[in-house]
């Protein structure tokens, strides 16, 4: 897609080290407004989406067949790099030397024994911005445990919260907080880049995804100081909401409805054919309709089953009411919102064929992002990244891979 103007964020240039998702998504998000992103892996050690989570295309595992690594790398260059070897680490420091920014989610310490920390690479790039992003942050009692999204969701008290008032705890779908921290992350990247550039300073950023999972449940927390009381788990319904839930339909789908005051109450009893039920003593009040929560629920669910989901959804929306389908993931690839705002787009890939990749959520209306290139296979770039845009030589390219420096 060419817009005839200059990107974003062209002329940026990153350095990832590290995989999964909550470096690499920033990076994505980099790359996206037009930043030119290295993904560094090692044919040892590759990115751990690339064999370790399903789905893979077709169900066959492979290591350039994941959805996971594919979703999370789309615009970016990816390369091989052996940094054990005396000479690959060379190389690292000239990538380093080269970028704007280095983002790195690897365990604290890891980097250090790489010899690729901060103070590091701060002499070979006296402007460098180093984002650091792992599950505790670099410091504390707790930096060096391991950890993926589950524990994340746990510890940041999500868990806690998920699930009905008489089961379980319920881990919520997905490394979640790992996405909240990629929205803290990508800030941060750009204030410091901006800092860096007025002042000609390095900045280091500690990204502690375990405290911007914290910051997502402010609301139960801030109950607890002012009130002292612990928030715990409702099922679908809310302490203010009612109702609130998602109710079944015809079809076999579900819809999502809530009323949030007097007002949104009355608009859905007419909504739905019954405005006796405003004058009914159990429902007349919010409080009287959350004591007598399930019996309103049970009402509503009989006329909602009747019915076809989006059937339901459009109806009541023409109310004034909250409703939404609850949609499954065939329902997003065709959803005319998602569509017409053009969230997916397709691009060739070199073993899977044509793949749907996600645009980020926002766009900027002089300098709008977009997909530039399928995510790429392991080591795909190598060669071009080395030689077009680090000055290697044929010969020096070809010396190094005989040595085992690109494995």
Known sequence: METGRRDALEGVKVVEFGGYAAGPFIGKYLANF?????????????????LQYPPFKDDRIGINRSGCFTIHNDSKYGIT??????????????LVQWA???????????????????????????????????????TGPWALHPGFGSQLSSYSGFTNLVGEPDGPPQLIYGPYVDYVAVGFGGVAVLAAL??????????YIDLSQYEAGVHFISPALLDYEVSGRIAHREGNRDPVAVPHGCFPCRDGQ????????????????????????????????????????AELHRR????????EARDVMWHLQ???????????????????????RRVWQEHEHPE???????????????????????????????????????????????????KGVFE
């Open 100 to 138: 704007d920014i280095v983002i790195e989610n690897m365990r604290p310490g890891v980097m250090a024994r790489l010899g690729l920390d901060f103070q590091t690479l701060c002499r070979v790039n006296p402007r460098l911005v180093m984002l650091s992003t792992s599950n505790m942050g670099q």
């Open 300 to 307: 509503l669910a009989e006329w909602t089953k009747e019915r």
């Open 34 to 50: 037009g930043a030119t992103v290295v993904h560094v892996e090692s044919k040892e050690r590759p990115d751990g989406f690339r």
């Open 81 to 94: 790099l052996n940094l054990k070897h005396p000479e690959g680490k060379r190389l690292a420091y000239r």
């Open 194 to 203: 901006d800092y860096s550039r007025r002042t000609g300073q390095a900045v």
């Open 254 to 293: 579900w819809c999502a409805i809530s009323c949030w005051d007097d007002q949104e109450w009355e608009r859905l009893a007419h909504a739905v054919g019954h405005p006796e039920w405003c004058e009914d003593p159990r429902f007349r009040t919010a409080p009287e309709r959350k004591r007598h929560e």
């Open 318 to 340: 023409r109310h004034g009411v909250h409703a939404a389908c609850v949609n499954t993931m065939k329902d997003l690839f065709s959803d005319p919102q998602l569509l017409f």
């Open 352 to 402: 899977m064929g044509r793949v749907c990749y996600r645009m980020v959520s926002y766009q900027l209306s002089e300098t709008p992002g977009f997909i530039r290139r399928g995510a790429p296979c392991l080591g795909q770039d190598t060669r071009t990244v080395f030689i077009e845009m680090l000055g290697l030589s044929e010969r020096e390219f070809e010396d190094l891979q005989e």
